[in-house]
């Protein structure tokens, strides 16, 4: 059952420091997607990318969030360096259409 | 732009109750309509689809119907069980090359033995 996996699973860091996510999609799917989920604002959607390549990451905070795709098997989200205002879980889809998302379990992120 | 309005939650039902969650949609052009579930501590799940006007999609007890007359895509289940109890969201896709899920913002459902 091929599922999509996340680390780590769970996060506690200090204000200040660098955090990294990391995805794996189910192998085969060619669009990654990474979303914020908090109770105030909801689901968000922060970047995605097709066959690798960013095709939009206009929710994301560019002076402090970056997202990558190193290889196929590999979706990475950054936060440098990292606020108490982005404590929230932390979600990875992948498919191979843009509605057929099959989403990670997410990493739940805790800036204190 | 694309967005979707859910109904206001939390919603609390007794088992076998009937369900109707709604869900209307602004968008351009013909999209495509989704729900999607997240039990607890877990990731969305795609739950139904429907792509165009008038398809119905089912799933687990669940239906919905695509109406394009009153942007609506409102989620139903006859009777509800306590394993029902989750997190509804509607989503709408504009289905373009590079398109993307638009959600609304979630409901809770709480269903009571």
């Known amino acids: 059952d091929a599922r999509v996996t996340q680390t780590p699973r769970h996060k506690v860091t200090e204000m200040g420091q660098e955090v990294t996510m990391r995805c794996q999609p189910i192998?085969?799917?060619?669009?990654v997607f990474w979303y914020r989920q908090t109770m105030m604002q909801g689901l968000e959607l922060l970047a995605y990318?097709?066959?690798?390549?960013?095709?939009?990451d206009s929710g994301m905070p560019k002076d402090r969030f970056s997202a990558e795709m190193p290889d196929a098997t590999l979706a990475t989200l950054k936060i440098q360096p990292s606020e108490p205002r982005d404590s929230a879980v932390y979600f990875c889809a992948s498919g191979l259409e843009v509605y057929e998302q099959y989403f990670g379990p997410g990493t739940r992120l805790t800036v204190t | 732009g694309d967005s979707v309005t859910q109904m206001e939650g939390p919603v609390t039902l007794s088992e076998e109750a009937f369900l109707t969650i709604n869900c209307t949609y602004t968008?351009?052009?013909?999209?495509?309509l989704f729900w999607y579930v997240q039990y607890p501590g877990e990731g969305l799940q795609l739950l139904l689809k429907?792509?165009?006007?008038?398809d119905k999609g089912s799933n687990k007890g669940f239906e919905a119907t695509y109406r394009k007359e009153t942007t609506s895509f409102h989620l139903e289940k006859g009777s509800v069980q306590v394993s029902d109890s989750a997190v509804y969201f509607c989503a709408l896709s504009d289905g373009g090359a590079n398109s993307k899920l638009t959600f609304g913002k979630g409901i809770t459902l709480s269903v009571r033995p």
């Open positions: 192998l085969g799917h060619n669009t």
């Open positions: 990318f097709r066959n690798r390549a960013p095709l939009d």
């Open positions: 429907a792509t165009k006007a008038d």
């Open positions: 968008a351009t052009g013909y999209p495509s």
